[in-house]
C-alpha cells in the first residue's frame, strides 16, 4: 500500500513541474493594442505583418520595394533619423534614435526580404514587426542616454548581403556596440537566444539583468545553428551582441508562412526581449563589451538565471566528484551498495540512453534525404515532435521495468548506478565541451544530496518522509533545469535532444523505479540481497 501511494506521488509531483517548466518556456501571455504606449504590443505589431505579408517580396521585386517604402515612411512617421543604403540590387533601410548623451548604439537588425515561394510573414516579417513596435515605444518615452539603430536588410535571403553591405560601407557600422539580431526559423515557439558573439560572459550577465523573459541555456547557445545576419556576419565581423530566432513548426521558406499561421505569442516574446535590451544598452554607461570568458548559464524558470564563467567548470565539477566519492564510499562500507550491483546500473542506463533517440532512427530510416541530425526539422508541428518524446520516455519507462526483472537488484545500485555515468558526462563535458556541462554537473549534485539523505536513513535502519521528499526535490529540480532545453532544442537537432531526455531519465531513475512499484525503505534491501 505504501508502494502504491509512493508511485502516485512521484507521478503527479513530476507531472506537475513538467508542465510547469513547459508553461514557463512557451511563450508569453499577448499585450492588447490597447496596452500602455511604453510597452511592447504583439496586436499592434501585427498590423505590419498584414502590410509587409501580402505576398513574396524577395530582393529586386516591386513588392519588395512596396515593403522598403512602407518600413520607410513608418520610421519617418515615428520621428526617426532615417537613410537607405542601395549596394548593387539591393537596398537597406536604417533608422536611428539618437542618443542624448552618446552616439555609441546598440543596433536591432531583422531582413525585409522573402524567398520567391513564401508571403514571409514569419520570417522575417515578424523580425520587422518587432523592431517598428520596438521603435514606436522607444520613441513614446523620448530619446535615451544611447542611440538606438535599427537596422532593415536587404538580401539576406540571397546571401546575407544586406548585413555585409551595412558593415562594410555604411557610416553608421562605427557607432554599433552591441546587435540584437531577429530572424525565424520557424512559425511559433519561444523567442530563443539561439546565438552570441565570442566571450559572451559580460553579455550573458547583462542578458539576465535586462530581460526578465529570457528562455535558454548555454547549450542552446553552443548547438543551435543560427544562419542569420548576426550569427554569420556580425558575428564573423566582431560585433559583441545576440540573434533571437523561432525554431518551432519549421514551415518557413513555403507558401504556409503566411498571416494565418503566424503565432503571436512568438511575436511577443521577441518583442519582450527587443524592446527590454534596447531600453537597458540605451542607459548603460559605459556602452562597451568587455569581452569576458564564455559562460556557462541556464535560465530556472524566467525567475532567474544561472550564470558563470565556463573556467569554473572543471572546478564545480571536481567538487561535485568528491561529493560522489563521499557517498559512493559511505554507501559500499555500510553495504547499502554492491559493486555488481552499479555495475548493472550502469549498464542499463547505457541501453536507456542508446533506446533514447531510437524514434529519431526509425524516422531517419521513413524519411531518405533527411539529415540525421536535424531530423526534427522535418517534422513541422509540435504534436509530432511530442509524439516523438513520448515514444522515448515510453521506450525508457519499459526498458528500466524490464531492467528489475532480468536481474534482481536493489534501487540504491541502479541509481548509483546510474550516476556513475553522468559522473562520466560531466568530467567529459566540462573538458570538452563547458557549454553543455551545466547539464550534468547541477543535476549530479542534487541527485547525490538526495541519495545522502537517504544513505543515512538507510544505515540507521529507519524509513523516513524525507528519503522520498529529498527525491522528489532532487527530480524536480532536474527537471527544472534540463526542461527548457529539451524543449528548445527538439526542433532544431531532435537527435541529440532526445539522448538528453534520456539524460534526464537517468537523473530521475530512483523515481522512476518507485513508479514501477519499488520502495526506498531499507527493509527491501534486505529481501533483495538476500534474494540474490
Not at 512559425?187 to 539576465?208: D, F, H, K, Y
Not at 559562460?295 to 525567475?303: D, G, K, T
Not at 530510416?365 to 526539422?377: E, L, Q, Y
Not at 544505515?459 to 526542461?483: C, D, E, H, P, W
Request: aromatic content about 10%; charged content about 15%.
Amino acid at each position: 500500500m505504501r508502494a502504491k501511494g509512493n508511485a502516485f506521488l512521484v507521478f503527479v509531483v513530476l507531472v506537475s513541474v513538467a508542465l510547469v517548466t513547459v508553461i514557463q518556456t512557451l511563450p508569453p501571455s499577448l499585450l492588447p493594442a490597447n496596452a500602455p504606449a511604453t510597452e511592447f504590443s504583439a496586436e499592434r505589431a501585427i498590423e505590419h505583418i498584414r502590410v509587409i505579408a501580402k505576398g513574396p517580396h524577395p530582393t529586386g521585386s516591386a513588392a519588395n520595394d512596396a515593403v522598403r517604402d512602407y518600413i520607410l515612411a513608418e520610421l519617418k512617421d515615428l520621428g526617426l533619423e532615417t537613410e537607405t543604403q542601395r549596394d548593387g540590387n539591393l537596398e537597406n533601410v536604417v533608422g536611428r534614435i539618437v542618443g542624448t548623451r552618446s552616439s555609441d548604439a546598440v543596433l536591432l537588425t531583422a531582413h525585409l526580404d522573402s524567398v520567391a515561394e513564401s508571403p514571409g510573414a514569419t520570417d522575417d516579417g515578424s523580425g520587422v514587426a518587432v523592431l517598428l513596435e520596438t521603435a514606436r515605444a522607444l520613441m513614446s518615452d523620448g530619446p535615451l542616454p544611447n542611440t538606438v539603430m535599427f537596422l532593415f536588410t536587404d538580401f539576406e535571403e540571397g546571401g546575407l548581403y544586406g548585413a555585409k553591405a551595412f558593415i562594410a560601407h555604411h557610416p553608421w557600422a562605427k557607432d554599433v556596440k552591441v546587435v540584437i539580431g531577429f530572424d525565424a526559423g520557424g512559425l511559433s515557439g519561444p523567442g530563443v537566444l539561439s546565438a552570441t558573439s565570442t566571450n559572451n560572459g559580460w553579455l550573458i550577465r547583462q542578458l539576465a539583468q535586462a530581460d526578465p523573459y529570457f528562455t535558454g541555456s548555454s547549450a542552446i547557445n553552443a548547438l543551435a545553428d543560427s544562419g542569420t545576419d548576426f550569427g554569420h556576419v556580425f558575428k564573423t565581423a566582431g560585433f559583441s551582441g545576440y540573434a533571437f530566432d523561432l525554431y518551432w513548426d519549421r514551415r518557413i521558406d513555403t507558401p504556409e508562412d503566411t498571416i494565418e499561421n503566424l503565432n503571436l505569442s512568438s511575436v511577443q516574446h521577441q518583442g519582450y526581449h527587443a524592446l527590454s535590451l534596447a531600453r537597458y544598452f540605451g542607459l548603460l554607461d559605459p556602452l562597451a563589451d568587455p569581452k569576458e570568458p564564455d559562460a556557462v548559464y541556464f535560465s530556472v524558470l524566467r525567475l532567474f538565471v544561472v550564470t558563470y564563467s565556463t573556467t569554473w567548470s572543471i572546478p564545480l565539477a571536481i567538487a561535485v566528484g568528491g561529493v560522489f566519492c563521499g557517498v559512493l564510499i559511505f554507501g559500499l562500507r555500510r553495504r547499502i551498495l554492491t559493486r555488481g550491483g552499479i555495475g548493472y546500473g550502469m549498464f542499463v542506463l547505457l541501453v536507456g540512453l542508446i533506446f533514447a533517440p531510437l524514434p529519431s532512427i526509425l524516422l531517419d530510416k521513413s524519411m531518405p534525404g533527411v539529415s540525421f541530425r536535424f531530423i526534427g526539422r522535418a517534422l513541422d508541428q509540435p504534436p509530432q515532435v511530442g509524439m516523438v518524446v513520448l515514444s522515448t520516455l515510453v521506450l525508457t519507462v519499459i526498458w528500466y521495468s524490464l531492467s528489475r526483472r532480468f536481474r534482481r537488484t536493489s534501487i540504491y545500485d541502479l541509481t548509483m548506478g546510474a550516476l556513475v555515468l553522468m559522473l562520466a558526462g560531466m568530467a567529459g563535458t566540462s573538458i570538452v565541451f563547458p557549454a553543455l556541462s551545466f547539464a550534468f554537473t547541477w543535476p549530479l549534485l542534487f541527485s547525490l544530496l538526495a541519495c545522502m539523505n537517504w544513505f543515512y536513513w538507510h544505515a540507521r535502519q529507519k524509513n523516513s518522509k524525507t528519503v522520498v521528499l529529498g527525491l522528489l526535490f532532487s527530480g524536480a529540480a532536474n527537471t527544472i533545469i534540463l526542461g527548457p532545453t529539451i524543449l528548445l532544442g527538439l526542433f532544431d537537432q531532435m537527435s541529440l535532444t532526445l539522448l538528453l531526455v534520456g539524460t534526464l531519465c537517468g537523473f530521475l531513475a530512483p523515481l522512476i523505479h518507485l513508479m514501477l512499484g519499488g520502495t526506498t525503505g531499507h527493509l527491501e534491501q534486505i529481501q533483495e540481497t538476500r534474494a540474490a
